[in-house]
């Protein structure tokens, strides 16, 4: 019974995958016809020959491939530091300072998307890659788990490092942060997927087509930027192209997550 339910669930989950994948490769009027079918008939390559001669497909991932990477790595190197040093050092102040990370963390992103725009727009900023860059480079969430894993690693190895002459920042990189893989891992998933699946901030950083990634740019190809009509394969393969980063990610990644938890609660 477990097993069944378990079965019901993962097709209701997959369908509407397998669904897109094949309104992918079908035609117009196949699509329209029988939008629900797995199975195209006939196969065809047109709607991915469309979306990257007939759109700007190839800036919109340019666009994303450059947020993304750059945001993730910025992520991933001040999340750990701000997490460090809210964990481990001692300062005025540092019980406020994380519990405005946490007080960030409670704030509908909504909300702040008039004081985006118009701090970007006097800084000077608005329109450009610097806008859709900085303002996402560092978050509270990540923090916030690089401070909790930190918290859990036993004092005595840096202890044992200072002993050996070895500064704040040396102990951070060299002994605490190799053994921080496992939210390192989580971080790079996290920050991954979330800067190139990134749509609102892009509607209040950037107005230049030149500029829009790959969420942007689906969100005008939807909206009937090639004219009429339901254009499933057009819009449902863009859209495949726009999931398949963020999954083989993951995939990736997700190994070495399991492996490294395991490890950890075996030690433990």
């Known amino acids: ?35 629900l079918s797995p199975i195209p008939h006939p196969a065809t390559l047109a709607a991915f020959e469309r979306v990257f001669g007939g759109t700007d497909m190839p800036i919109w991932l340019g666009n994303s491939l450059l947020v993304t990477i750059v945001v993730t790595l910025g992520r991933v190197l001040l999340d750990s530091m701000a997490g460090y040093a809210l964990a481990r050092l001692r300062f005025r102040g540092r019980a406020g300072l994380f519990a405005a990370v946490i ?22 900023m608005y329109d450009s890659y610097l806008a859709l860059i900085l303002p996402l480079v560092a978050d509270a969430t990540g923090v916030f788990i690089m401070k909790q894993f930190f918290e859990s690693v036993p004092r005595g190895v840096e202890e044992a490092a200072r002993i050996d002459g070895a500064g704040t ?54 909206s009937g930027s090639l004219g009429g009509g339901t254009q499933f394969p057009l819009k449902l393969g863009a859209a495949l ?18 492996r490294d938890a395991n490890e950890g609660a075996e030690k433990g």
């Open 169 to 222: 920042f040396r102990v951070f990189w060299s002994v605490v942060l190799p053994m921080s893989r496992p939210a390192l891992i989580t971080l790079t998933i996290l920050s991954f997927q979330g800067s190139w699946n990134e749509f609102p901030h892009t509607l209040v950083a950037v107005q230049n087509p030149e500029l829009f990634t790959l969420p942007r740019g689906l969100a005008e190809l939807v």
């Open 241 to 258: 192209l726009a999931t398949v980063p963020v999954a083989v990610i993951f995939l990736i990644f997700q190994r070495y997550f399991v």
């Open 1 to 35: 019974m477990r097993r069944l339910v378990l079965i019901v669930f993962s097709v209701v989950f997959i369908y509407p995958f397998v669904i897109q994948i094949a309104n992918s490769f079908k035609t117009d009027p196949d699509a329209a016809a029988n939008p």
């Open 103 to 124: 007080a960030v963390m409670a704030v509908p992103g909504v909300v702040l998307f008039i004081p985006k725009f118009l701090v970007l727009n006097q800084l000077g």
